[in-house]
């Protein structure tokens, strides 16, 4: 399974990126607002220096909901950098949009995906990635990494290509939950990430062993 990270912080980029264990990122406006990037210039100068930093894909979100828009944003998008994927919503547009930029030979990451239909369309187009919202199905008390599951299986079955990206990851065990699920990629919070190498026994572990060690 790959980790991407789910920010547009540039040190938490780099940070995990240190870590030698990051694949790529996924960014949507919610996160690129958070860090204040604002503007055109902004918004492309960004993208291009997280491309610049990771080695992988990174997902660049459209703000547009019309076909021709959609189509016109990604490609300018598409053309900041190739490690560039185009994120779109999953809308009726949107899956056309997606056919439009495959047949182009321009990568695209289906947003907004809460049940198994939206995954097969968003394969059917050809979309690159597909990205199931595991937080926030779990947030409306049903079971957001049953679904990574269900695409999984299906895409298995049918011999679609498009890869299982899991999004809206809150903790670390759902990034286990996921590896477990089928996904082929996890898009995670730093925290999360950060959140596989703790255990109370490890610590105990260390802090004796470098206190026999004093002995040796
Ligand atoms: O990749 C989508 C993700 O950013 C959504 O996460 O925590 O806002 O549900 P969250």
Redesign the pocket.
Same mark, same amino acid.
């Given at each position: 399974m790959k980790f991407f990270l789910?920010t547009a912080n540039l040190a938490q980029i780099k940070e995990a990126n240190d870590l030698g264990i990051l694949d790529g990122i996924?960014t949507?406006p #919610?996160?690129m607002a958070k860090e204040g990037i604002k503007g055109k210039e902004a918004i492309d100068n960004h993208y291009k220096t997280i491309c610049e930093i990771v080695n992988g894909d990174v997902s660049a979100e459209v703000f547009s909901t019309t076909f021709n828009e959609i189509i016109e944003e990604g490609k300018k998008l598409a053309a900041i950098h190739p490690n560039i994927v185009v994120k779109v919503p999953m809308i009726k547009d949107g899956v056309k949009a997606v056919k439009w930029f495959t047949d182009n030979g321009i990568r695209t990451n289906v947003?907004l995906v809460f049940n198994a239909g939206q995954a097969i369309l968003a394969a059917k187009a050809g979309a690159a990635y597909v #990205?199931p919202?595991i937080? =926030?199905i779990d947030d409306t008390c049903w079971d957001g990494v049953q679904l990574v599951a269900q695409i999984a299986n299906i895409y298995s079955i049918q011999g679609f290509k498009t890869e299982v990206l899991a999004? #809206?990851i =809150?903790n670390a065990n759902h990034i286990i939950q996921c590896a477990e699920a089928g996904a082929d990629v996890c898009?995670c919070p730093l925290d999360s990430i950060l959140g596989l190498l703790k255990h109370p026994l490890t610590d105990i572990g260390l802090a004796k062993f470098l206190e026999d060690a004093k002995k040796m």
């Open positions: 789910d996924t949507n #919610s996160l947003t #990205s919202f937080g =926030r999004a #809206s =809150r898009t």
